[in-house]
């Protein structure tokens, strides 16, 4: 990151020593510049603090409009200048509660080098452009494919270099935030072409940039709509409605499917004793448990209370074997687990805690969630019944009720619960 900041610093600096002073025009375009980009994030400035609280990873702001219009209108050195002034006031207003310091000085710098190379393409493509000139359409393009890639190469670097386990959707933004920053650059463009016929053009972009800045909180809103706020897992709709499509696209090739549904064990004694805010907390520690032992393409979601389910699908052989092995490395997992919980009279630890399991998998072809879901409920209350921080597979036999089977309780765990 410091290798980052200080390259881009040194490369302003010998930029601007090396640069004519600039024009009276190109000093009026900076400057409208500065001033639409302080004027968009002043009024977009809710929506943009909306976006930055509920986007994880590699985030995508609007004000590329400004910095890349500035590439494209001005000399590298004074459209990086454009780009410092436009992100910084960014930063104060919008994003200077949620964004340390440090991380924005190098988002600044990321920008600050797509800036520079884009720029630069455009120069030794023919000079910045100016009213009335005729860029070649494959310069500006390959400019804006320049910006992109290295301001999205230095973010998802340093990413991944600071979150090894980070998933390629946080190193590297989903791809409709990607899609977006095109989108955006192209209204850059757009914008630097406006300026040079006509700097009254300009106004013209920012109506459609504010109804696309409210238009890109769809994706954060569906995601914020879809998942459970006390355990970040999926809620009991969103769930069902991944799994069905999920099971809608498995075919024979795909495997076995399974469904684990869990309930914690006594959870109420954990409200009642400790509060429901440490209830709370539990029920994270327990979703960020289940979470370590699935793979990322599982389904986790949360059923209401303290319920919770699973979908696992391309299981091996009949899958019945791999299925009840997760089922026991979770419950192993909530066994063990000692959730720290700070108080006014000190740490509080909650331990103890057990879950039971219901377990129902389906062969490779044929079996729906309603079906699944019904034999891992069935099995659940099995467990339930035979004391409580156990496994039971429930198994559909045809013409049969679901019939459970029970999984010894490993040697060495916790001793079930009961009552």
């Keep these: 990151m410091l290798l980052v900041e200080a390259t881009s610093a040194a490369l302003v600096v010998l930029g601007l020593l090396g640069q004519a002073p600039p024009t009276p025009a190109q000093l009026q375009v900076a400057g409208v510049l500065c001033l639409l980009g302080i004027a968009h994030t002043e009024v977009a400035v809710g929506v943009e603090r909306v976006r930055r609280r509920v986007t994880e990873g590699n985030h995508v702001d609007l004000s590329s409009v400004w910095t890349f219009a500035a590439a494209v209108a001005l000399p590298a050195s004074y459209a990086a200048l454009v780009a410092v002034i436009v992100h910084c006031h960014l930063w104060w207003r919008a994003w200077r509660l949620r964004v340390p310091l440090y991380r924005q ?13 884009s720029a630069t393409v455009l120069e030794r493509a023919g000079g910045p452009a100016e009213a009335g000139s005729n860029r070649q359409l494959w310069a500006l393009a390959l400019a804006l494919l320049v910006y992109t890639t290295v301001n999205s190469c230095l973010v998802a670097g340093a990413i991944a270099v600071s979150t090894p386990q980070a998933e390629l959707s946080k190193v ?22 406006a300026i040079g016929i006509n700097p009254w053009l300009v106004l013209l972009v920012l109506p459609p940039l504010l109804v696309l800045h409210r238009a890109v909180l769809v994706r954060q809103l569906e995601e914020a709509a879809s998942t459970d706020g006390k355990t970040g897992l999926l809620n009991a709709a969103a769930w069902h409605a991944q799994a069905e499509r999920a099971l809608r696209r498995s075919n024979r090739h795909d495997g076995p499917r399974g469904v684990l549904v869990l309930d914690l064990d006594h959870f109420k004694a954990v409200n009642d004793t400790h509060g429901h805010l440490a209830g709370d907390q539990v029920l994270a520690a327990v979703a960020d448990a289940m979470r370590t032992e699935v793979r990322d393409r599982d389904l986790v979601g949360r059923f209401g209370g303290e319920e919770f389910v699973v979908l696992l699908a391309g299981l091996e052989g009949s899958g019945s074997v791999e299925l009840e ?7 192993r997992r909530v066994a063990n687990l ?11 630890t909650v331990a103890g805690l057990t879950v039971s399991v219901g377990v129902a998998v389906s062969p490779a072809e044929g079996g729906d969630l309603r079906t699944l879901l019904q034999i891992a409920d069935t099995a659940l209350y099995a467990a339930k019944r035979a004391g409580r921080n156990v496994v039971r597979l429930g198994l559909a036999l045809p013409s049969q009720h679901p019939t459970p089977t029970q999984l010894p309780t490993a040697a060495g765990d916790p001793p079930a619960a009961t009552g």
């Design 105 to 117: 000085i190098f988002s600044s710098a990321t920008v600050v080098l797509a800036c520079l190379a």
């Design 172 to 193: 590297f933004a989903p791809w409709d935030e990607n899609v977006l920053e095109i989108a955006t650059l192209c209204l850059g463009a757009i914008t630097a072409i």
């Design 325 to 331: 092995a997760v089922a026991e490395r979770i419950r």
């Design 338 to 348: 000692r959730v720290e919980i700070p108080t006014p009279d000190g740490p509080l």
